[in-house]
């Protein structure tokens, strides 16, 4: 059985001087988008028909010339239909808008082989595109990328490369609770704050009361970076010092639903969980969730549930076991017994080896 490459993508902003080629092209795409969605809507409705990516291919064969797209950029367009198409089980997807206020954000599609670093730029059907290379890359080789747009018009290349994992010979475990308070909370006491749109939500309100919607775009973008920034700092710091990390499994989908959606929703889970396994799979750290399920009532000392429990029992900080008498701060106890979880799967499975 061939083993899988381990892979990573790596986001380049692209020079601003770029924008109106890189618009244009978004356009082309989003007319082949849109032809695909037509024609595979009407063999649905004629002939009961799902084309494929290949039947795609045959129709849009030559656009490229008349379009000003690379050769194969019209196929993966094709190709990203089916599978978006096949994913939400739909006889017809959305149009793609290529101008007014509710346009789509550009999308650029590009196929491994079509695109090469250059002279120090990144070069593409013909054309170099200078970026801000912080990542130096000229040391990696190029796999399947795209030129993607943001809701502030910065264009940026997303480009997978191939890694070789590092050989990871720390032997520190750590657990992590996730909360809405505090983002995140380890064993150890290390604690990630968040909550970047309560800094920056009386500034977002008076922006959008003035209906000033270049402001409103900044901010939600100011946000979104410091948030991954933080999430950034925050998990590489855990990989370089650990060697295992456990994660409680607390889900946002069902927490939305109550009144807590707004706070949930700034905390970042998934974000936070996405990267620190990613980073662990390229460190060789050993990564896992957890069944996180009444570690916040359980003593880590005695195992006895008596913590606060539910909902009503959020504002409870701090509490004292009714067994042990030890007093607890509510988020390491929690991060503690997600560890000791943790450590006692990744123990029990060792003899199975």
């Not at 720390?170 to 968040?194: F, P």
């Not at 901010?219 to 590489?236: E, G, L, P, S, V």
Request: proline share 2%; hydrophobic share 30%.
């Amino acid at each position: 059985m061939k083993k899988s490459v381990p892979t990573k993508t790596l986001k380049i902003r692209v020079k601003d001087k770029h924008s109106n080629q890189l618009q244009k092209m978004a356009v082309a795409v989003n007319y082949v988008w849109n032809y695909c969605n037509q024609l595979s809507n009407k063999a649905i409705q004629d002939r009961g028909q799902f084309l494929s990516a290949i039947d795609f291919q045959q129709y849009t064969k030559g656009a490229n010339k008349e379009l000003g797209l690379h050769s194969q950029t019209p196929q993966m367009v094709g190709r990203e239909y089916a599978i978006r198409r096949n994913q939400f089980k739909k006889n017809k997807l959305k149009w793609r808008k290529s101008y007014g206020t509710k346009r789509s954000l550009g999308w650029i599609p590009i196929n491994g082989q079509s695109i090469k670093w250059k002279n120090g730029q990144v070069y593409h059907n013909g054309s170099y595109y200078k970026v801000f290379d912080s990542y130096g890359l000229s040391g990696y080789e190029f796999k399947s990328s795209s030129f993607n747009e943001d809701a502030r018009g910065r264009w940026y290349i997303n480009i997978t490369v191939q890694i070789t994992p590092t050989k990871n010979t720390n032997t520190g475990m750590v657990g992590i609770d996730l909360g809405c308070k505090d983002t995140a909370t380890t064993s150890d006491g290390e604690v990630l704050h968040g909550r970047e749109y309560r800094k920056l939500e009386d500034k977002l309100a008076k922006a959008q009361r003035a209906k000033n919607k270049k402001q409103v775009r900044n901010i939600h973008a100011k946000i979104k970076n410091r948030r991954k920034d933080a999430i950034h700092k925050f998990t590489t710091g855990l990989v370089k010092s650990n060697g295992a990390i456990f994660v409680g499994n607390v889900s946002s989908k069902k927490l939305i639903k109550t009144r807590m959606a707004k706070s949930v929703n700034d905390a970042g889970w998934f974000m936070l969980k996405n990267i620190l396994s990613y980073k662990c799979n390229y460190a060789g750290v050993f990564f896992e969730e957890v069944n996180e399920s009444y570690t916040t009532q359980t003593c880590s000392g005695c195992g006895i549930k008596s913590g606060p429990k539910g909902i009503s029992g959020l504002n409870e900080r701090d509490w004292q076991c009714a067994g042990c008498g030890v007093q607890h701060e509510r988020d390491i106890n929690a991060a503690i017994n997600i560890l000791a979880l943790g450590h006692g799967r990744l123990v029990g499975g060792i003899p199975c080896l």
